[in-house]
């Protein structure tokens, strides 16, 4: 495999962390508070001065090192926070990493207490950092709103790290599935599973995918609808079935039409 330079001097700064006796990819972390809960909890006790201390986790997406302090800000699933951290604090071999072995999309764990900037800005006042990932590849380019089209269908990751609207069109399809699935289930429906593998495809027009079992010695078809299974179970004295799953048509491709895509069917006896 080989590597761009910048992924070189990335290596290079994951080997200084190791020859410093530092594991850049730790089992765990002692993460107590998200971003969004550690932002909640110091408002929550701000009124009455309360020392909210907190250990959140999250990738490095913006630093600004100045002189013997320095800002950051790191992005967990739920929030922005930024850290704030002084050398005389957290000590000169952590500070020396923050300056010359950490870059945008390494993941750290910090740890200190919260407090709000002159500008209002919630920040947590760092005692202990450590790189709990370390990224080889860069972000993307336009950190903050990745427009290629290609590169944004090609490169889902990608398109999920650099635009927040799109992470949230990800929650927002959980939350209608789980809601479809409340409502039926409100109804009395039975949640199944129906074989995607079928050997005979049918209850829509569709051109199936087909694959090959090597121990029935058997042509086998990815399923195009759950219809006809579904039915089978109302013959089997099931009143109200339904099924949320994957799908699969061998036919045209766009951004509109994807051959692999999630599908809801449910069927109910003596309702027309």
Do not use: C
Not at 62 to 87: C, N, V, W
Not at 149 to 172: C, G, I, K, W
Request: without cysteine; glycine residues 6%; charged residues 30%.
């Amino acid at each position: 495999m080989e590597f761009s330079e910048l992924e070189l001097e990335r290596l290079r700064k994951l080997e200084r962390l190791r020859a410093r006796g530092l594991e850049p990819y730790p089992p765990r972390v002692q993460r107590t508070h998200t971003n969004a809960q550690a932002r909640a909890a110091f408002a929550a006790g701000e009124a009455a001065n309360a020392v909210v201390e907190a250990v959140v986790v999250g990738r490095v997406v913006l630093m600004r090192p100045m002189g013997k302090a320095s800002f950051a800000h790191i992005e967990d699933g739920t929030a922005r926070l930024q850290i704030y951290l002084k050398k005389e604090e957290v000590g000169d071999q952590t500070y020396e990493i923050f300056l010359k072995d950490l870059d945008l999309g390494d993941f750290v764990e910090a740890a200190g207490h919260l407090f709000r900037t002159k500008t209002g800005e919630i920040t947590l006042r760092v005692k202990t950092l450590r790189v709990i990932s370390k990224a080889i590849t860069p972000p993307p380019e336009k950190w903050h709103g990745l427009k290629d089209t290609e590169t944004r269908l090609r490169h889902r990751y990608a398109d999920l790290l650099a635009n927040p609207e799109v992470r949230e069109r990800f929650r927002m399809r959980t939350k209608v599935v789980n809601a479809l699935r409340r409502f039926l289930d409100g109804l009395g429906f039975l949640e199944v599973e129906t074989p995607i593998l079928q050997p005979l495809y049918g209850g829509a027009a569709a051109r199936p995918f087909i694959t090959h079992h090597n121990q029935l010695n058997q042509d086998l078809y990815l399923r195009i609808s759950f219809e006809l299974y579904l039915k089978r179970l109302l013959v089997g004295m099931f009143e109200r079935v339904y099924e949320i799953g994957r799908d699969f048509r061998n036919e045209g491709v766009s951004f509109k039409h994807n051959p692999e895509f999630t599908q809801l069917e449910f069927y109910a006896a003596y309702w027309d």
